[in-house]
């Protein structure tokens, strides 16, 4: 009997284009509006931290996507492609967010909700690729699922530090 490949990339290619065009666009207005506000934010641990954390969310959709679009792969390389980043994120994600937490001056958005939300979307990233890995395409759908919301959870992390910008320029004009 020879195996099937439950994953079919023809149907998959549009999503991870567009899912994947999506992420670096966003990766490149964060990086610039980070470079903007350079100086504010390698002050402050907290905003030091959710652009590593925002940029890593941005990048590690970007990658999922290009390593799934790579040709002659089947379910259970995607799989484990999709596995690795999403591990590797999600430690970034909460040791930034601990580190922040430990060593952070901006308040703006650090709340432990923000951890739990964020790690939970990582998870489900993850047990989507291991329930793929296993041979059920269900887990391709938790883990888009998982991803498209993360990526909508990253857009505002992204705004909480642009605002965590805002607050800590207007705290030093009324200072002066």
């Known amino acids: 009997m020879i195996p099937v490949d439950i994953y079919r990339p023809d149907q998959w290619h549009d999503f991870f284009v567009m899912v994947g065009g999506g992420a670096a666009a966003l990766t490149g207005l964060v990086f610039v509006a980070?470079?903007?506000?350079?100086?504010?934010?390698?002050?402050d641990a907290t905003h030091r931290y959710r652009a590593i954390g925002t940029l890593t969310g941005f990048t590690a959709a970007f990658v999922i996507c290009a390593l799934v679009l790579?040709?002659?792969q089947n379910y259970q390389v995607v799989g484990i492609e999709w596995l690795?980043?999403?591990?590797?994120?999600?430690?970034?994600?909460?040791?930034?967010?601990?580190?922040?937490?430990?060593?952070?001056?901006?308040?703006?958005?650090?709340?432990p909700n923000?951890?739990?939300?964020?790690t939970t979307l990582y998870?489900?990233?993850i047990i989507g690729?291991?329930?793929l890995i296993l041979g059920h395409i269900a887990g391709l759908y938790v883990a888009a699922v998982?991803?498209?919301?993360?990526?909508?959870?990253?857009v505002t992390g992204?705004?909480?530090?642009?605002?965590?910008?805002?607050?800590e320029r207007s705290e030093q004009h009324t200072k002066k």
Request: aromatic fraction near 6%; glycine fraction near 12%.
């Open 158 to 167: 992204a705004w909480l530090l642009l605002m965590g910008v805002y607050v």
């Open 84 to 111: 690795t980043i999403s591990s590797i994120a999600t430690v970034i994600h909460v040791n930034g967010y601990v580190q922040a937490i430990k060593r952070g001056e901006s308040s703006v958005g650090l709340r």
């Open 123 to 125: 998870i489900g990233e």
């Open 129 to 131: 690729a291991i329930i």
């Open 34 to 43: 980070m470079s903007l506000n350079l100086d504010v934010i390698a002050k």
């Open 114 to 118: 923000r951890l739990v939300v964020g």
């Open 70 to 72: 790579m040709g002659g």
């Open 146 to 154: 998982s991803l498209i919301s993360l990526l909508a959870f990253m």
